[in-house]
Each structure stands twice: as C-alpha cells, then as structure tokens.
C-alpha cells in the first residue's frame, strides 16, 4: 500500500506585517514583523506571530499571539493581529493590525526524512554554491594613469 500524501489546501504561506501601539503615556511604538507558517484549525487556518517593538522613550515591548483566522480579500487573504503588549517600564499599549497579503517563505524548510525514504535513497552530495567576487577598483590608481 503506497503512503499518500496529505494535501494541504492552501500552499505554506506567511504574512508580512507593521503598524503602531496605541499612545499611552503620551508615546507609541512601532512594529514590523512575519507571521509563521500556517497552522490549520477546523475553520481555515491561523499564523503565530512574535516580535519586539522599536524603542521610545528608551524601552520596548514583546508582541506576540495567534491571528484570526483568513479574511478573505481581493487577492487572496489576510488576517487579524491584535492583543496587548508586555508590561514594560510600568505601562503596556494595545495593538490591532491587518496582515499583509500571503507569500511564500523566504526559507522554506526541507521535508523531513523518514527512516524508510532514508535507507531506500542513496545520499545526494551537496553541491556548493559559487561565490560571485566583483573586482574593487582603487580611484587613486585610476588617477595616476
């Protein structure tokens, strides 16, 4: 019996996203950040995200959660990311943003192995990749030509 591969319905995907904490003690923060993998619930799908806000007033915050589930949009979909940051210098901020659209990984991961597959490949050799040197050129040696 062949083992089949379980299909996902949607490709990985991650999403990009950034915004601003509410004013509390009369400052805000910014935020950027990349939303993990997709991981599937029973109705779609949701991103764990994580991240550290820029610093104001010489401190941050620590933003992390789970977002909604996909909203769909005109080119495909986004979600919701909103919660409370950290308790930092006494005071927290909340937060509520839009992610992106979807994007494939920068760094895909490589599918795992299993003991089977192992044994029954032979180990590929890996080949590195050429490493690309551009000639710097020294604008005193131009001069003196």
């Known amino acids: 019996m062949d083992s089949e591969r379980i ?8 999403h990009d996203y950034f915004g601003r904490t509410s004013v509390d003690l009369d400052h805000f923060h910014t935020f950027t950040g ?3 993998i997709q991981t599937y619930v029973a109705s779609g799908h949701v991103h764990n995200y994580a991240n550290e806000t820029r610093v104001a007033r010489n401190h941050t915050h620590r933003m992390f959660g789970t977002s909604s589930i996909q909203v769909p949009a005109l080119m495909g ?5 909103q919660g409370t940051t950290s308790v930092d210098d006494q005071h927290s901020h909340t937060y509520e943003v839009y992610t992106g659209y979807q994007r494939p990984p920068r760094n895909p991961r490589r599918p795992r192995l299993t003991r089977a597959q192992s044994t029954s490949q032979p180990e ?15 604008p005193e040696s131009d001069r003196k030509q």
């Open 34 to 36: 990349t939303a993990s």
């Open 77 to 81: 979909h986004v979600h919701q990311i």
């Open 7 to 14: 299909q996902s319905p949607d490709p990985e995907h991650v």
């Open 124 to 138: 590929t050799e890996e080949r590195r990749r050429p490493r690309f040197r551009f000639p710097f050129r020294n």
